[in-house]
């Protein structure tokens, strides 16, 4: 199963796990299935659980839930041999009753955290003496039972610090309480003294051990709860900006947690993403973050892993995203295109969603919250034309499936069309059939500019400012197209086209127009573009990116773009209104700084191998 991806703090709704502003943020393709609370701030904090109480922030979370419930105060007076004597027990009791209570109705799994980071001298239930470590380990097998008797669907978490952080040598594994009594080792571990920077630092650091000898990294945590026979999960994980901007870091933490999965049950980052609270946004990724690259990091690497089964690109049939969640996520979803000259022929795709001849006055296409807008420009008849998957080859035993959902503002001409090769950059010049999606009754084939309806269709008509969903497909000399509203049942025959014309697919390929007829008005929107094409088909070309290209205003003055890598691709080229304005970029995410405010840019990401 994969691992939870989960979160704290900042930007988690206080319901559901795919709601709230992280998951929105990070590309909505990855439930935030579990959150941390901290009800052990003091006595009455404990006593009470006031976070999941009726009113409380997480009292409705209907996802996995974490609890760090506290339970010994020895600031206050209490002691581990008092505690190992059963002198808190009903104290305990009524917390974990109040829990269950609260609790109770819930889908998700409730894991409770006694005592945690015990091996560091910042919490009141601090282990700081040798000597007190039998005591440790009898006053938790109680609370265990306690746990177990009062709610016992919950699961207990062993939850030490990453490394002991005491001003005695205390090992953290000698407060082992024995294998019966855990249910999940669960470690709180940042990336931070020292932070990591690099592959090579995470790797020096993986297996790492602290002073006492200890386990320290993640792999050697790990390799403690196999080793006992438990599951793994990380209640508090993050990287520290005080320790530099930690993208690669970042990225190496997220690809050991999938690459361990099968071990580990959730891990949630502690998104402290407010500048201005009591941890000043050390650890934040959103909605503000220190650690621009290390943010863009966490976001890409969400929206470029999805959970279940993984196929390479170009080969799945895509599976359909969320609505709203961007441009095309699916498993095997990958969109060719060339580079914008608007020359005909074997250019080889280097973009993705990029535009294509004769933008126009005013034309271009610009992305917001995962939206590709195409606006007509100004000038031209015509053209201007933004064309976009330009070229997406095929040939007679081709199979491409591509689906998009769109909407148009009430005029302008969008077209998905199949070209044979003689269609030249801006005419229609050969032969073409194209599906008019403004009326999608009025199909065409094109033969040397003359123009053929296909027939009434049963397509509807669509409405301006409405989503509707699309699903063309050319397999062997066949071309056929339905047209749905976005939301209801896709058709099962084809309503808008069915044909076969092997002159078109001889030699063909796939493009998007939008006709503008001088009118910068004009504009339409695509969402959730996927297209699903066999390898076979393809050849000499360089690898694609992934349809998750998603341009985000984060500011008056600043854009995050994040795109999704492209196998082989060994850096990107980023162009802001057609001037490049950054080479080689290693990264897979980039923040444009210094704009205008209120401004509108176009961007394109060319791969290089």
């Known amino acids: 199963m994969p691992f939870i991806s989960g979160g704290s703090i900042d930007g988690i709704d206080n319901v559901s796990p795919t709601a709230g502003g992280l998951y929105t943020w990070r590309g909505g393709n990855k439930p935030v299935g579990c959150t941390s609370t901290w009800n052990d701030s003091n006595l009455t904090a404990h006593i009470e659980q006031w976070t999941i109480a009726p009113g409380g922030g997480k009292a409705a979370w209907e996802g996995d839930l974490d ?53 560091a001298d910042f919490y009141s239930w601090g282990l700081l003496n040798i000597s007190d470590i039998p005591n440790f380990i009898a006053a938790w097998r109680r609370y265990y039972g306690i746990i177990k008797s009062v709610f016992p669907a919950a699961k207990v978490v062993w939850s030490p610090n990453r490394e002991t952080v005491t001003a005695s040598a205390i090992k953290s594994t000698d407060a082992w309480p024995g294998d019966a009594y855990v249910d999940v080792v669960g470690p709180d571990i940042y990336l931070q003294y020292p932070g990591v920077l690099s592959q090579a630092e995470w790797d020096a650091q993986l297996m790492g051990t602290d002073r006492t000898g200890g386990p320290k990294g993640p792999g050697a945590w790990l390799a403690f709860a196999k080793a006992h026979g438990k599951k793994f999960a990380l209640p508090e994980w993050g990287v520290n900006s005080e320790f530099g901007d930690q993208a690669e ?69 895509g599976t359909t995203p969320s609505t709203g969640t961007g441009t095309g996520n699916g498993i095997g979803a990958v969109l060719y295109s060339n580079d914008g000259s608007g020359t005909t022929g074997a250019t080889v795709p280097t973009t993705v969603l990029a535009l294509g001849a004769n933008p126009g006055t005013g034309g271009g296409a610009t992305f917001q919250d995962g939206v590709l807008r195409l606006t007509t420009g100004s000038t031209g008849g015509y053209n201007p034309t933004d064309k976009i998957l330009r070229r997406l080859p095929i040939s007679p035993v081709a199979d491409v499936d591509l689906r998009f959902d769109y909407r148009y503002n009430g005029d302008g001409a969008l077209t998905v069309a199949v070209r044979s090769d003689k269609e030249t950059a801006d005419s229609y010049e050969g032969r073409a059939y194209a599906l008019n999606l403004n009326n999608p009754a009025q199909t065409k084939v094109f ?53 076969t014309d092997s002159a078109v697919t001889a030699a063909g390929y796939i493009m998007f127009t939008l006709a503008g007829g001088g009118d910068a008005t004009r504009y339409v929107e695509l969402d959730n573009i996927q297209a699903a094409v066999p390898t076979a088909t393809v050849s000499g070309l360089l690898p694609p990116l992934q349809s998750s290209i998603k341009a985000t205003a984060f500011s ?42 209120a401004s509108s840019h176009s961007y394109r990401i060319r791969s290089v191998s």
């Not at 505690?83 to 974990?96: E, H, K």
């Not at 941890?279 to 220190?290: A, H, I, L, S």
């Not at 123009?451 to 509807?460: A, I, K, M, Q």
């Not at 699903?471 to 209801?488: D, E, L």
């Open 67 to 119: 609890i760090a419930i506290g339970g010994i105060y020895t600031w206050d007076g209490d002691t581990y041999a008092a505690a190992a004597a059963g002198a808190y027990d009903a104290r305990w009791t009524g917390a974990v009753q109040r829990i269950a209570n609260n609790r109770a109705g819930k889908s998700g799994t409730t894991y409770i955290r006694p005592l945690h980071e015990f091996n």
């Open 249 to 317: 870091g970042m990225t190496a933490y997220l690809n050991w947690l999938k690459a361990n999965e099968a071990d580990i049950l959730y891990a949630n980052y502690f998104n402290t993403g407010t500048l201005n609270d009591g941890f000043q946004g050390r650890f934040g990724v959103y909605p503000e973050t220190k650690m621009p690259n290390a943010a863009a990091a966490y976001r890409t690497w969400h929206m470029n892993n999805l959970d279940g089964a993984t196929t390479t690109p170009g080969t799945g049939t």
């Open 447 to 499: 033969n040397n500019y003359s123009e053929t309806l296909l027939g009434s269709r049963t397509s509807p008509a669509p409405s301006a400012n409405t989503w509707y969903s699309v699903h063309f497909r050319v397999y062997g000399s066949r071309i056929s197209a339905s047209v749905w509203a976005k939301g209801t049942t896709e058709p099962t025959s084809w309503n808008a086209g069915d044909v």
């Open 556 to 597: 008056s003055t600043r854009i995050d773009l994040v795109w999704a890598a492209a196998t082989g691709a060994t850096s990107y080229d980023i162009e802001r209104d057609g001037t490049v304005i950054v080479n080689s970029l290693a990264a897979t995410s980039y923040s444009d700084t210094g704009l205008a405010a």
